[in-house]
């Protein structure tokens, strides 16, 4: 029997009750259910021990009489019956929850009256308890480190500094041992209600965001070729999440030319605690070059000096420079792509700046004087950055592509790329076999099967 049955069967056997006391007994049967603590008896027990004492007209009268207790109720009815007594109606969590709301009314989370729950969360306390006490033993540890002089130390300074750094780095891994486990924390966090300056929710969202989203983001990285093409190599380490108009976009996915007309919002987290500045770059690495039949690259917005925490989770470009901090090296420029060429990738990097170091305005807008042959490579080993964190959408011709290149001033929405065709070097094949034996005029009605076409 599930837990969602066990809890359903006094109400339905309530339910069941005829006579006008049967709503009122049903109304009972909940709130007793609230707040009755579970037995270490089985429920089978409990049940077939009940009995129900019915009292005759007559006040003198001590006659009670026993009622046997009714079949239990099937699954459909167990189900519904918890389903309709929850507020909100079925379509409110899972069956598990929606029979602990029902039995639990508006008690706190932490106060749940589950013999299972109330025994873990105790061990969980213990744990936590002997974790905080290794905290303070090590901070203790800390403060005689920092008191003696390094001279007393075997490898001087350098080792001080080394020692004192790997117990604040054990010491922030307790802090995260003594609280990933706790249920109410779980709960915050998947209900996004998890405050990022902590380090237990950094790891938690970074375990969540590698689980899937940084394996997505890694078979685009190989698939479309970004390494070799844009950097040699890169593994990002912060989740970038792409929008346009307020709809998220899968990365990869081919996007209208009137949707990605105007600048994105990026909704990005980093899983490491402390402020940085970072560094937006958006580029074409997919524009023809008919000069040298090749591929060029274009960069279609950079922005830097964009100050980031933690805490911060939503950046529209739009805003840079505005609303946002931070010096726009180069606007938003539509993507666009002509008629005939193959879809473009615009890629998405975010690189983070050494700390401390900001990056001049005027040196970013001077490197940038002209959009085409952008380098990646070059522009981040002139400023020392590091990327961080990637995504990426396509574009291709569409028909709004001409309308958006009009209204932006963007030349070229006339051009059409087509494959130029070669004439065969190979010298004209003598007729053989079946060709040759139906030259004669009365085969005429096929030679346009087997005519060759120059």
């Known amino acids: 029997m599930s837990t969602c049955q066990q809890v359903a069967r006094p109400l339905v056997r309530c339910l069941r009750q005829a006579g006008p006391g049967a709503a009122t007994c049903s109304t009972r049967s909940v709130a007793v259910a609230a707040v009755r603590p579970f037995s270490s008896t089985s429920m089978r027990k409990d049940e077939g021990a009940t009995t129900t004492t019915a009292a005759t007209p007559s006040a003198d009268s001590t006659t009670t009489t026993t ?3 009714p079949p239990p109720p099937s699954a459909t009815e167990a189900k519904t019956a918890v389903a309709d007594t929850v507020v909100g109606g079925p379509e409110l969590g899972s069956r598990r929850r929606r029979a602990a709301l029902a039995t639990t009314g508006n008690l706190p989370f932490e106060q749940l009256p589950y013999q299972a729950f109330q025994e873990a969360r105790k061990i969980l306390q213990q744990d936590r308890a002997a974790k905080i006490a290794q905290i303070v033993k090590e901070t203790e540890k800390i403060k005689l480190i920092e008191a003696r002089d390094a001279s007393e130390l075997e490898g001087g300074e350098a080792a001080k500094q080394t020692r004192i750094k790997s117990l604040r780095n054990y010491i922030e891994e307790l802090k995260i041992l003594a609280d990933i486990n706790d249920p109410e924390v779980k709960r915050r966090f998947e209900d996004g209600r998890g405050d990022m300056t902590k380090p237990v929710y950094r790891v938690l969202a970074e375990r969540r965001w590698r689980s899937m989203d940084y394996k997505i983001i890694a078979q685009r990285i ?22 346009f108009r307020g709809y998220q976009v899968s990365p990869g996915a081919i996007l209208d030319s009137r949707v990605t007309e105007v600048a994105p919002t990026l909704r990005m987290q980093v899983f490491d605690k402390g402020e940085r500045l970072l560094t937006v770059v958006v580029i074409d690495s997919d524009v023809p070059d008919v000069t040298h039949d090749n591929f060029k690259r274009r960069c279609h917005f950079l922005a830097a000096n964009i100050p980031w925490d933690p805490s911060k989770t939503v950046l529209s470009l739009r805003s840079v420079g505005d609303r946002v901090e931070g010096d726009v090296g180069k606007p938003w420029l539509p993507p666009f ?3 005939g060429s193959p879809y473009h990738r615009l890629n ?3 690189l983070e700046q050494k700390p401390g170091a900001k990056i001049d305005g005027e040196a970013l807008k001077k490197h940038l004087e002209n959009r085409e042959n952008f380098s990646l490579k070059g522009f981040r080993e002139k400023f020392d950055l590091e990327p961080v964190g990637f995504n990426l959408f396509r574009s291709e011709w569409d028909e709004g592509t001409a309308e958006v290149m009009e209204r932006h001033g963007i030349p070229g929405a006339e051009v059409e790329f087509k494959r130029q065709k070669f004439a065969s070097l190979k010298p004209p094949r003598k007729a053989r076999g079946w060709e040759a034996k139906r030259q004669k005029p ?7 099967y087997v005519k060759r076409i120059a």
């Open 222 to 243: 190989s698939q479309f070729h970004v390494v070799p093409d844009l950097l040699p190599a890169f593994d990002p380490t912060m989740d970038v999440k792409l929008s």
């Open 337 to 339: 792509a002509q008629k």
């Open 442 to 448: 009365k085969y005429k009605s096929l030679w346009k």
């Open 67 to 69: 009622t046997p207790p």
């Open 348 to 350: 998405v990097f975010v």
